[in-house]
């Protein structure tokens, strides 16, 4: 089972999730998803099972900078998709793919239940 953390290696959330894997002895692959990008269906997937409101951040300063016209667009999955591939820093970090669900963010105790499985 290949486990993927993807994510921006400067945010401290991303961080702390390399950190507890690493701790906890769980070999991971790291994407930088600002250098590297989002494929489009690797996003159309992680959307089939996780809402786009969660997924994209809106709490961040990628999402801040939007002009009011441009953050009114997004709406549904569909334009939350186009978003994120023209700006990857308004995806919510980190994204653990390959441990079972996809899952959005970083608590270790989540990361605990979701690694006891």
Known sequence: MTITLFGIPNC?????????LAEHGHDVTFHDFKKQGVP???????????????LVNRKGTTWRKLGDERKAEVVDK??????????P???????????????VGFSPDHY???FAR
């Open 89 to 103: 820093s308004v995806i919510k970090r980190p994204v653990l793919q390959g441990a079972g669900a996809v899952s």
């Open 40 to 54: 489009r269906e690797l996003l159309a997937a992680w959307l089939e099972q996780i809402d786009w409101e969660t």
């Open 12 to 20: 401290d959330t991303v961080k702390k999730a390399r950190t507890w």
């Open 78 to 87: 569909s334009s939350a998709l186009e978003l994120m591939l023209e700006n």
């Open 112 to 114: 605990a239940a979701k």
